[in-house]
C-alpha cells in the first residue's frame, strides 16, 4: 500500500546543476501534482497534471519543467538549480480535479542548492 | 498567494485538553479542508467541508465553517500527545483541484 512514493528524499545540489525528482502514485489517480513548502509560505502549487501526456503551470512554475509519460509517474526537473530553490518538494495526487476531492501526498524530498 | 491563513501560528497545550486552531480566508470558496503534517512527513488529510455546511465531525475532531466571517475552525477535543503536528488549511474554489490553495499552517504542541 505505498500510495504516494518520491524519490530522493535527500539532495544536495550547486548552483547550475541539474536534477530530477520522481513521483510514483499506485492509485491509478488522473491528477497528479508538484508543491514546494518553505517556511512561512505554506504549500506552493508548482505543476500539476490532468492525465497522462498533460501538464500545466500551477503559482510558481518558474525554473521548473515537468512530464507525465506515464499514467503513474510525473517527473519535476530542475535545469540550472538556483539557491532559491531550496525547498521541500511534495508529490500529490487526486483522483479528481475537483477542489472537493482528497489529495494525497508523499513523504517530501529535501531539496538544498548550495 | 496564499488564501487560508492559520491563527495562531503555534499553540501549546496540555494533553486532554481541547486544541481549537482557526483558519480565515479571503475569496469565496467551494470547500475547505483540513490537513495534518508531522514533523519531516507528507501532509495527511483530515476533513473537508463544503461551502453549504456549517459543523462536520470526525472523531475528536470538529471543523466549523462561517461563509458570512470567512472563517473555519478546527477543533481537537481531549488533545494526546501523538498529535503534536502542524495543521494546514486549505480552501478551494469551485471548479479545479489546482485552485487548492494552503495557508501556512499552525504548529500544535501536545505536552504529556
Known amino acids: 500500500n505505498a500510495g504516494v512514493t518520491q524519490t530522493p528524499k535527500f539532495r544536495v545540489l550547486k548552483t547550475g546543476q541539474s536534477m530530477t525528482l520522481l513521483c510514483a502514485q499506485d492509485?491509478?489517480?488522473?491528477?497528479m501534482y508538484w508543491y514546494r513548502q518553505d517556511p512561512g509560505m505554506g504549500l506552493r502549487l508548482i505543476h500539476y497534471s490532468v492525465g497522462e501526456g498533460t501538464t500545466a503551470k500551477g503559482e510558481v512554475p518558474d525554473g521548473y519543467n515537468v512530464s507525465r509519460l506515464k499514467k503513474q509517474n510525473f517527473l519535476l526537473g530542475l535545469e540550472s538549480a538556483a539557491p532559491s530553490q531550496t525547498s521541500v518538494y511534495f508529490c500529490?495526487?487526486?483522483?479528481?480535479?475537483?477542489?472537493?476531492?482528497?489529495?494525497?501526498f508523499g513523504e517530501g524530498s529535501w531539496l538544498t542548492v548550495v | 498567494s496564499q488564501q487560508g491563513e492559520e491563527d495562531p501560528q503555534a499553540l501549546s497545550i496540555q494533553e486532554g485538553e481541547n486544541a481549537t486552531m482557526n483558519c480565515s480566508y479571503k475569496t469565496s470558496i467551494n470547500n475547505l479542508q483540513w490537513y495534518r503534517q508531522n514533523s519531516g512527513r507528507g501532509l495527511v488529510h483530515l476533513i473537508l467541508i463544503r461551502s453549504n455546511e456549517r459543523e462536520k465531525h470526525s472523531g475528536r475532531l470538529r471543523v466549523t465553517l462561517d461563509t458570512s466571517k470567512k472563517s473555519s475552525s478546527l477543533l481537537i477535543t481531549a488533545s494526546r500527545a501523538a498529535d503534536t503536528a502542524s495543521y494546514f488549511c486549505?480552501?478551494?474554489?469551485?471548479?479545479?483541484?489546482?485552485?487548492?490553495?494552503f495557508g501556512s499552517g499552525t504548529q500544535l504542541t501536545v505536552l504529556p
Open positions: 500529490a495526487s487526486s483522483y479528481s480535479s475537483l477542489s472537493g476531492n482528497t489529495i494525497y
Open positions: 486549505a480552501t478551494g474554489t469551485s471548479g479545479s483541484a489546482r485552485q487548492l490553495t
Open positions: 492509485m491509478n489517480h488522473e491528477y
